[in-house]
């Protein structure tokens, strides 16, 4: 006895079945790359913000570097003699008048970009030092290119004359400005200070 109905063999599939697996993988083939790209996208963005958070940093740490040398220079010419703008121990400063701001010193503390004229250049507290080559010891050379500046620091002295109130002596107040990059120059911070220093 036969049996025989209306079944397909086991070979046979209905035709409106027939490459419907395929496009159902298809789909879901289409969805993983989709959040695959998306993920790639989200660390790429994270990697720049890292980078665009160490370069502030860097530049944030040698403005104050820089300032810090600045007022360290202040504090020893205050030992020796006075510290009065355009004495023999301080030559590469300005005298404050709040009436008639000085071009450069205005320009040097409120640009935009890299600017530095009429700044000096801080190269460590002996001068011997370039922040952009990072020529230290005990650091190897992919630490090194990982750490340099675009540009060395530079700073602004300006003598803001004898500190008030009177009757505590004379000592002399000295504002610092100071101006660095980080790794490149899209990155750039200044930092400002007061400084008292012996005056005459």
């Known amino acids: 006895m036969s049996i ?29 790359t989709m959040l695959a790209i998306s993920a790639t996208g989200r660390s790429l963005l994270q990697e720049r913000m890292a980078g665009g958070l160490r370069n502030a940093q860097m530049a944030e740490m040698a403005a104050e570097t820089a300032l810090r040398g600045a007022e360290w220079r202040l504090w020893k010419a205050g030992n020796n003699a006075s510290v009065n703008c355009g004495s023999t121990v301080i030559t590469d400063c ?3 008048d709040a009436a008639r701001p000085i071009a450069s010193v205005e ?45 060395n620091p ?18 002399h107040e000295s504002g610092v400005t100071a101006r660095a990059t980080g790794g490149n120059l899209n990155t750039v911070r200044v930092l400002e200070s007061t400084f008292a220093a012996k005056g005459e």
């Open 4 to 32: 025989s109905g209306n079944h397909p063999s086991r070979g046979q599939m209905p035709r409106a079945q027939r490459g419907v697996v395929l496009v159902v993988a298809l789909v879901f083939l289409l969805l993983l």
């Open 107 to 151: 320009k040097f503390r409120n640009s935009a970009g890299w600017e530095v004229g009429g700044a000096t250049e801080y190269k460590g507290h002996d001068g011997g030092y370039d922040y952009t080559t990072l020529s230290g010891s005990g650091m190897t050379a992919d630490e090194k290119k990982l750490a340099v500046l675009a540009k």
């Open 154 to 171: 530079h700073y602004i002295i300006e003598d803001m004359g004898p500190e008030l109130p009177p009757g505590v002596g004379k000592p």
């Open 94 to 96: 300005y005298v404050y």
